[in-house]
């Protein structure tokens, strides 16, 4: 079966800290799609990254920066210079398989609360 | 930019009352998806809707429908609304792109069930 944990359910940091949110998930497929979401206090899931199973490289955009390690099925985020408006859940996602589905299956969120 | 809008954010209604949730999206997406987040639980899927008229039960259908009479809309009903279905609603849209899609989310609607 598909799964995806995220252990920390809450996070606290002091601004300009770093801070790594984990992700790790289970499938059987071969070809996959990993993603993660930011959920302000607004509400609104903003999407951040999508990454494939095939595209092991390390991204990073700005302040953010994500791990993708097939070997231990982690998919962690990296937040540098944590700033206060970094402050959401996050969620990560796994795409559900057989394909077309357009499903998507969600950890349970890592809130991340960062103090000035 | 992908915008998908919720009629209300915020919604107070009574047991017993049939309420619509409204989800639009101007991206001319296929699929539309229907949750409901609550604390520890994450998001789990209520329905989702691959083309107009299409409907597929998600993990937790029980006490919902949904109607998708147009593309750019799909909506939410509790034919009946209990206390535990006091939650909030969330609404994403995908292109059909098999397993690399994206889902676009909609602002939520906060729904008390008094």
């Known amino acids: 079966a598909q799964k995806v944990t995220q252990a920390q359910t809450e996070i606290s940091v002091v601004e300009k800290e770093d801070v790594t949110l984990d992700c790790v998930y289970e499938t059987r497929d071969t070809t996959y799609y990993l993603f993660w979401y930011k959920q302000p206090p607004s509400g609104e899931l903003v999407f951040l990254i999508r990454?494939?199973?095939?595209?092991?490289q390390n991204e990073i955009s700005g302040r953010y920066s994500w791990n993708f390690q097939k070997s231990t099925s982690s998919f962690n985020f990296t937040i540098t210079a944590s700033q206060v408006v970094d402050s959401a859940v996050y969620f990560c996602a796994l795409s559900e398989s057989p394909s077309n589905t357009g499903k998507l299956i969600f950890g349970q969120g890592t809130t991340l609360q960062v103090k000035p | 930019d992908v915008k998908v809008t919720q009629s209300s954010r915020y919604l107070v209604k009574r047991t017993g009352e049939k309420v619509f949730l409204e989800c639009v999206q101007d991206?001319?997406?296929?699929?539309m998806f229907w949750y409901r987040q609550d604390p520890g639980l994450g998001l789990r899927l209520i329905y989702f809707?691959?083309?107009?008229?299409?409907?597929e039960k998600g993990d937790i259908p029980e006490g919902y429908s949904v109607s998708r009479e147009k593309k750019e809309r799909f909506s939410l009903i509790l034919e009946s609304a209990s206390t535990n279905q006091t939650s909030m609603y969330l609404c994403?849209?995908?292109?059909?792109?098999?397993?690399?899609?994206?889902?676009?989310f909609g602002p939520g609607t906060r729904l008390l069930v008094l």
């Open positions: 994403a849209s995908s292109l059909s792109e098999g397993l690399r899609e994206t889902q676009y």
């Open positions: 809707s691959y083309d107009v008229k299409m409907k």
């Open positions: 990454r494939n199973s095939f595209d092991e």
């Open positions: 991206m001319d997406h296929e699929n």
